[in-house]
């Protein structure tokens, strides 16, 4: 039996930290919970700007013509995009590439010397029917390089080389319903563009649709000419990208569903092409001369004047005729 005073001297042991707790298998886990969720957070917003960034580049390429100036396609009219497999919500359009600030100094300075034109020493002229011949095979030629040889067509005419670049089955030109070219198409146009550019002729840059018709047909209302005429433009800036001179094209014209290829199909790809109309010197004159200020006139009647006589010249006129002396002239339209 233990005496009074010695209770006081018993040792009190606490043990701290044994032993197992219901919460210490999951101690951790939010932790990686909370990165995982972070994770998926920054791939949203990714996916997002990529998004944004892509549509910003297809609107871009339709409003934007080569002078920099904006063009109005119609209100509530939107280009139809053509996006990866059936549920990406990422359209397949060329992004920027981004390099390093080395990198990025060399195409700066690349772009700035493609800004200033050097014209080259000496240019070709193609004039005669093996020039043209010539032409046409060095085009046909770029076009089977980008797997287009089926969409490409070439002729010689009295007026120069025609050269149609047409919508297939299996290829398109454009993005249907809208100005954007494809991604083979921009390529052979730019392609294009240096061979273009060592030419002295001119040429005609035409646009053309099937004949099917939009819903709204309002004076207002986007139509197939103005279509036509955007991606004839579109064309034509790839033509610039691919550093073709400027004053290589002589007219841009839109015509919309007038001159088809294939005139029993109204929906056929054949009549959704672009026209390229190499013109023959003496051809580029004329009509230039047709839109410009006449050279040489010629009277279609001896002694005609445009300028209007005074009264009493007028008068004079209509007595002589009348042969009433100086009665005046009387209407035959008023009633006896």
Request: hydrophobic share 40%; net charge neutral; with cysteine.
């Amino acid at each position: 039996m233990l005496k009074p005073h010695d209770k006081a001297h018993d040792q009190t042991i606490v043990k701290r930290g044994g032993g197992k707790h219901k919460h210490d298998d999951h101690g951790g886990a939010w932790k990686v919970a909370f990165a995982d969720f972070c994770l998926a957070l920054m791939c949203l917003f990714l996916v997002l700007w990529l998004m944004a960034a892509r549509n910003t580049e297809s609107l871009e390429q339709i409003l934007t013509e080569a002078d920099g100036a904006k063009t109005d396609q119609g209100k509530g009219v939107m280009p139809e995009q053509v996006g990866g497999p059936r549920g990406s919500l990422i359209d397949r359009f060329p992004m920027p590439h981004t390099g390093s600030s080395e990198t990025e100094g060399k195409q700066k300075a690349q772009s700035e010397q493609t800004d200033t034109p050097t014209e080259p020493s000496s240019k070709v002229r193609y004039d005669s029917p093996e020039d043209l011949a010539a032409l046409s095979k060095a085009l046909t030629k770029m076009s089977a390089d980008y797997g287009l040889t089926s969409n490409l067509e070439a002729v010689i005419t009295p007026y120069g080389l025609r050269v149609m670049m047409h919508d297939t089955d299996r290829q398109g030109m454009f993005v249907r319903g809208s100005a954007v070219p494809t991604d083979k198409f921009r390529a052979l146009l730019r392609k294009m563009g240096p061979l273009f550019r060592e030419m002295e002729n001119q040429m005609l840059i035409v646009g053309h649709t099937d004949s099917l018709q939009y819903a709204d047909t309002s004076y207002a209302a986007f139509s197939n000419w103005t279509l036509s005429a955007n991606r004839a433009m579109s064309a034509r800036a790839q033509l610039l990208a691919g550093t073709m001179n400027p004053e290589s094209v002589l007219q841009v014209v839109g015509m919309a569903d007038r001159a088809p290829l294939d005139t029993k199909r109204a929906d056929a790809g054949v009549n959704r092409r672009i026209e390229l109309l190499i013109l023959t010197t003496a051809q580029a004159k004329t009509i230039a001369a047709m839109f410009g200020v006449p050279e040489n006139s010629a009277a279609l009647i001896h002694d005609v004047d445009t300028a209007l006589p005074d009264a009493t010249l007028l008068q004079k006129l209509r007595s002589q005729l009348s042969g009433q002396g100086d009665t005046p002239l009387r209407d035959p339209r008023r009633n006896k």
